[in-house]
């Protein structure tokens, strides 16, 4: 069914359609519309599905309406009843407004709406003129009845590339003690999203502005003031170098679990006595622990806490792989080679990580060399059928043998 059909049925009964939130945000931005959201104003959910009895009905707190893969529902207001993110009585009726249901969303760019009719604009909350500001406000001080806008401001911010709002920042900041009431599912889904944009760094600074960074991100946090070595790292702390090796990272790669890696590459720093900055001696080895805490407090994937480990204990061997020996360049090949990060993903890392600081290591035309030029299949050949452990010992001399050779062209 068309959604003009549908609004015309609606329409003849006595309500009327619009659509709302970030596809109306998207179009006014000239952006590609990705979800398309309506909702409905002037009918009870009988009269709704009197309508269309076909219409598949989702959600346990409040009912969507699923037509054709368009999601519709109701105009509802909410109030909250308790902490957290869940605890809030709905409240749908025929009376209730676009403009009142507007009013319970959380930023300003995504409390506006279009008459899918008319394609008037509603846009009680000054949204568009926000957009061409290029500011994140929140709707109204109802903000602060749900902790997860503290998440999705930064995410929002991030995806959007907008600046917030001061008020924005301390209604976030107010809100720091009830963040501890949410899941850690919501929480990593909000860094999930803000992990694929193009500068996922806005995220954290989001966060760090208004000073809740700590919360969910103590790791992050740990790196603001560990001091470097200004020879290296004119940048400043290994926090502010840790969010631009993100963004380095995700201008090369749209695959999160590298750009994971890259975030946490250097969370061992955050460990580092202050009497000894601006060193961070084993920092790489002390990461590894880190990176599981880290990981396991947001519920990462595991595919991401793997390759987050091989990144941090590996980076700085990927750093002097030329000054290293062939035997020890053998070990860090396979090594690398066989973890969920690769050798082109710790790569990425390297090289993002020694940003224009002199000749990257380039590791990976010699380590696939090695790992594919010489494999069981060449050792067979050469040395005739032996057993598993003379293939592994064979192996890694020829290995070495050929980076020998290499070195000396």
């Known amino acids: 069914m068309e959604i003009i059909e549908i609004a015309n049925k609606i329409k003849n009964a006595g309500g009327n359609l619009y659509i709302v939130g970030g596809a109306v945000r998207d179009e006014l931005m000239g952006k590609e519309k990705h979800d398309e959201d309506y909702c409905v104003t002037g009918l009870l959910p009988k009269e709704f599905l009197k309508l269309f009895p076909s219409a598949h009905i989702r959600g346990k707190s409040f009912e969507v309406y699923d037509i054709d893969g368009m999601e519709f529902a109701l105009a509802r207001t909410e109030k909250k009843k308790g902490l957290g993110h ?29 008459d899918v009719l008319t394609k008037e604009i509603i846009d009680p909350f000054k949204g568009v003129e926000d957009i061409k500001n290029k500011v994140i406000k929140a709707t109204s001080n109802a903000f602060v009845e749900d902790p997860l806008r503290v998440y999705r401001v930064a995410r929002f911010a991030t995806q959007l590339e907008f600046d917030v709002d ?41 966060l760090k502005k208004a000073n809740v960074l700590d919360v969910h991100f103590k790791q992050i946090y740990n790196l603001i003031g560990a001091l470097q070595p200004e020879k290296y790292h004119p940048e400043g702390d290994a926090y502010n170098h840790t969010l631009i090796v993100l963004d380095e990272i995700s201008k090369n790669t749209d695959d999160l679990k590298i750009r994971f890696a890259g975030l946490v590459h250097d969370l061992g720093k955050g460990l580092t006595p202050k009497e000894e900055y601006p060193h961070h001696y084993g920092h790489d080895t002390k990461g590894a622990k880190v990176v599981r805490e880290f990981g396991k407090n947001l519920k990462v994937p595991s595919q991401w806490i ?17 000054k290293m020996t062939p035997q020890k360049q053998v070990q860090f090949i396979e ?52 057993s598993g452990l003379e293939i592994k010992q064979k192996l890694y001399e020829e290995r070495v043998k050929h980076i020998k050779i290499y070195k000396k062209y």
């Open 86 to 114: 869940k605890e809030f009585e709905i409240t749908t009726g025929k009376n209730i407004t676009i403009e009142q249901d507007l009013a319970r969303r959380d930023i300003t760019v995504n409390s506006i709406a279009k």
């Open 166 to 206: 001061e008020g924005t920042l301390e209604l976030m900041s107010n809100l720091k003690q009830e963040l501890y009431t949410l899941s850690r599912e919501r929480v990593f889904d909000e860094f999930r999203k803000a992990l694929a944009q193009n500068k996922p760094s806005i995220f954290f600074e989001v």
């Open 306 to 322: 793997k390759c987050g480990v091989t990144s941090a204990t590996e980076h700085m061997k990927g750093g002097i792989f030329f």
């Open 335 to 386: 090594r690398v080679g066989k973890s969920c990060l690769g050798l082109d993903g710790l790569q990425l890392v390297v090289s993002a990580d020694k940003g224009n600081r002199g000749e990257i290591e380039n590791f990976v035309s010699l380590g696939k060399q090695i790992l594919n030029g010489i494999n069981g299949e060449y050792i067979i050949k050469k040395y005739g059928e032996i």
